[in-house]
């Protein structure tokens, strides 16, 4: 018995508002799909977040089919639980995974199913009100045991925020009881390598690219397991994705500002050796004398430009002292992405007004257009009761 666990596919998540991030996504996934046939394995599990919205685009929705038309060809199921980004409740629908149902994909909201006398299980994400209300997923969990009654291999997949990777997350020790095989979690975009708990093998892959791109992500490979039971235990091998998008990340203190350019170079030619795709490289940094167009100039100055066999984007992440005194939040002027929050407090003033109008601006940030955008605020018009 052997399995490809992949989680965290996002497709359809156009970061930086580039076609080419976009495509990154469906890149990696397609290579995920590619090792499950290559490895000839049984099947697919995915732990969530298949799209990276409840409302993908028709195109969107078309090529994820395509993608999973091969596995289909190859007679590879794949298993699959929504997560809190294609779930489908904010904006009152289904889940779009629902489509993919009808294409042959094995969607799992809260249940368990018996593939070759294997047991998968799993549980949609569930929102911090859904976990206020029935408290623990355990007892839900304990009725799958049932199915299995502790014969043969039990598979769980979930999509929720546990410690320590999450402030106030679940524990896996009080969640999960004893009798399952593996847990196969999505949601943290970092890899964790396999570890266990209560004789369980818990495995988090991570996103399969980049989403936002944070230190403990900098630090972990994108890819998926290898899974495969030997003898009476399992064993779970990484397996990194080679076609994800290659991320620089400097922190730069303005001075030295020349120094960091150097790095830069360095890194972007070995770079070149392993990835045929161009970077996008990330600036943290003080600024008090500089502006954006200083920094630019010296860095295309030094052949650091946005071109395809260059660079693909610059994405500067800076604060001006001022700002790190009074915790504001980063700004990314190069993606013509404004400080919103303040930008709102200048516009409206009043407090209230300003926090109400954020969490709308907030909830479109998930939204894939702006036609998304108006569709939600059709069906929670209440949101804009002021
Ligand atoms: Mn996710």
Known sequence: MKFLHVTDTHLGYRQYGLE????????????????????????????????????????????????????????????????NHDRGNKV????????????????IEQGTVEYEGIYISGVKYLSKIALKKIGTIKPVLERFLENSKNRGIHLLMLHQEFTPHFPHGLYLSKEIPKGFSYVGIGHLHERVMPFYNQNCMVVYPGSTEFTAFSKNEEQTPKGVFLVEKKENSLEANFIELKRRRPFLSF??????????????????????EYSDKS??????????????????????????????????????????????????????????????????????GDELLVNHVYEIISQAKSMESIEDFKEFLKENYTKLDI
Not at 50 to 60: E, G, I, L, M, Q
Not at 92 to 107: C, E, M, T
Not at 289 to 294: A, C, F, R, T
Request: glycine share 4%.
């Open 20 to 83: 080419e991030r976009a495509r990154d996504f469906f890149d990696v996934f397609d290579e995920a799909i590619d090792l499950a046939i290559q490895h000839k394995v049984d099947f697919v599990l995915h732990s969530g977040d298949f799209f990276h919205t409840s409302r993908p685009s028709n195109s969107v929705i078309l090529e994820g089919l395509q993608l999973l038309s091969k596995l289909k060809s190859a007679n590879i199921p794949i298993f699959l639980i929504p997560g």
């Open 92 to 107: 009152k629908d289904v889940s779009p995974l629902h489509i993919l149902r009808d294409f042959g994909a094995n969607l």
């Open 251 to 272: 922190e730069f203190e303005e001075e030295s500002f020349l120094d960091t350019v150097k790095d830069i170079k360095t890194k972007l030619e070995s770079i070149r």
């Open 279 to 348: 970077p996008v490289v990330i600036l943290k940094g003080y600024i008090e004398k500089l502006s954006i167009k200083d920094l630019n100039a010296v860095l295309a100055k030094n052949g650091i430009y946005l071109d395809k066999n260059n660079v693909l984007h610059i994405n500067f992440l800076l604060k001006t002292r001022e700002d790190s005194k009074k915790q504001k939040d980063i700004f990314s002027l190069h993606t013509k992405q404004i400080d919103i929050e303040k930008e709102l407090k200048r516009l409206i």
